[in-house]
């Protein structure tokens, strides 16, 4: 009555690396979002942290105008199990972060005084849905036709 498959056991899979963007499909992107408007340069801005911070999206939606320091090249990011890290942004996401904060997101704002650094409806800061709907339309925009996950970016 013993079970012959008992000491039987099944091959190690190993977990396959994430998917990702070629080089050109990440320049393509980011250039998508229209610059000469106030959501275009949000988007472009949203981008260019995504990518050069590797943040998660729901990292990025949720940050919050206190959370920038343009003087140093950083970003404070509440992460998992609300651990709060430093994260450097790099140059160029540095310059669209400065030029999102001083034309485009007053423009946004009813109330500036709300923390949420990227709104959506109300002033509130964007779910992590509406962004993704906003990269899909920018991929497309962008010639990407591959499916895209919210890691794509993160790990390109």
């Known amino acids: 009555d013993s079970d012959p498959l008992a000491n039987v056991s099944l091959p190690k899979v190993r977990p396959s690396l994430p998917d990702t963007l070629e080089e050109d499909e990440v320049e393509?992107?980011?250039?998508?979002?229209?610059?000469?408007?106030?959501?275009?340069?949000?988007?472009?801005?949203?981008?260019?942290?995504?990518?050069?911070?590797?943040?998660?999206?729901?990292?990025?939606?949720?940050?919050?105008?206190?959370?920038?320091?343009?003087?140093?090249?950083?970003?404070?990011?509440?992460?998992?199990?609300?651990?709060?890290?430093?994260?450097?942004?790099?140059?160029?996401?540095?310059?669209?972060?400065?030029?999102?904060?001083?034309?485009?997101?007053?423009?946004?704002?009813?109330?500036?005084?709300?923390?949420?650094?990227?709104p959506g409806r109300g002033d509130n800061s964007m779910t992590r849905q509406t962004f993704w709907h906003r990269i899909k339309a920018h991929a497309i925009t962008a010639g990407i036709s591959r499916p895209l996950s919210p890691h794509t970016l993160r790990h390109a």
């Not at 999206?57 to 509440?78: I, M, P």
């Open 28 to 118: 393509r992107l980011l250039l998508a979002p229209d610059v000469g408007t106030p959501l275009g340069v949000r988007d472009r801005t949203m981008l260019e942290l995504l990518y050069a911070c590797g943040l998660r999206v729901s990292e990025l939606v949720g940050l919050t105008g206190d959370a920038v320091n343009l003087r140093q090249g950083v970003v404070r990011v509440r992460g998992k199990g609300d651990k709060d890290r430093l994260v450097p942004m790099g140059e160029e996401a540095a310059e669209w972060l400065a030029q999102y904060l001083k034309t485009a997101r007053p423009a946004l704002m009813q109330d500036p005084t709300r923390p949420a650094l990227f």
